[in-house]
């Protein structure tokens, strides 16, 4: 026999339907701060003055040649607007576009990969939020053969592995939000892990430092180069550029602390440098 639902009955099941609908739609204000720990302003903004936010247009120089960011902002053609958050999480976990082409490495989905579910929904709900802007995204510039997109799918076969992050069980709360921070949000590893002729990470070598081209190159992260400062010394840098000695950071590296570790909280900073100095001590990178 059919039992049919009394009226207090069904209106609780739509309210459990409405919850449920609602604990799977993002936070766009927290969003926000995913994307600053993400670090995305920097390769989706073009390097003027009054640039667009999220526009596109950055060019990021490289030994393959030089990559531009896309537009990312909501527009239907020049943007991601016509993208369902399906298609953003795909991007971000599998480095691939909406009919599936693979993505150049140069967008840092190996690090974004192991970014959570709850955060790719806060930052696609942020992204949602941006003005939308009708520049389009400018192709890259990439020396033969690198410029064959095909040719990605051997590259992830060889330095890709794609899934969600995995908290490490030797490390304590604290420093599994760091490394959380460090590897996956933060994307560190991506500048300041060296590399090999095929552009894959010397994983031995994990955030040990590296040259990044143009006579520039990134520092080593491990505690054989932070034992010489204090936890105070490294927090006040990723605060404010500055070091005790009065030097200044790097261009590349001021901009990331005024856009990404100048905004992360005071207990994701303390995360981080608690992981960082949890890492095996190594060499810096021979020059």
Known sequence: MRRILGPAAAGL??????????????????????????????CHTEEKENAQPYAGGRALKTPFGTFFGPNITPHPQAGIGRWSEQDFIRAIREGRRP???????????????????????????????????????????????????????????????????????????????????VNALGHCGECHTPRNFLGGPKRSRHLAGAKLGEGTSSSNLTPARLKKKSDAEIKDFLQTGMTPDGDVAAESMAEVVRNTTGKLTAEDLDAVIAYLRSLPPLPDEPK
């Not at 919850?19 to 920097?42: E, H, M, N, P, T």
């Open 13 to 42: 099941l739509l309210l459990g339907a409405a919850i449920a609908a609602s604990a799977q739609q993002g936070d766009a204000k927290r969003g926000l701060y995913v994307s600053q720990a993400a670090g995305c302003l920097g």
């Open 99 to 181: 009919d599936g082409a693979h993505y150049f490495p140069a967008f840092p989905y190996p690090s974004f990969t192991r970014i959570t579910d709850g955060d790719l929904r806060d930052l696609w709900a942020y992204l949602r939020t941006l003005p939308q802007s009708s520049r389009a995204s400018e192709p890259h510039s990439l020396r033969f053969p690198f410029g064959w997109r095909w040719l990605v799918w051997a590259w992830k076969l060889l330095f890709f592995k794609p899934g969600t992050f995995t908290p490490d069980p030797a490390l304590d709360a604290e420093r599994n939000r760091g490394n959380y921070l």
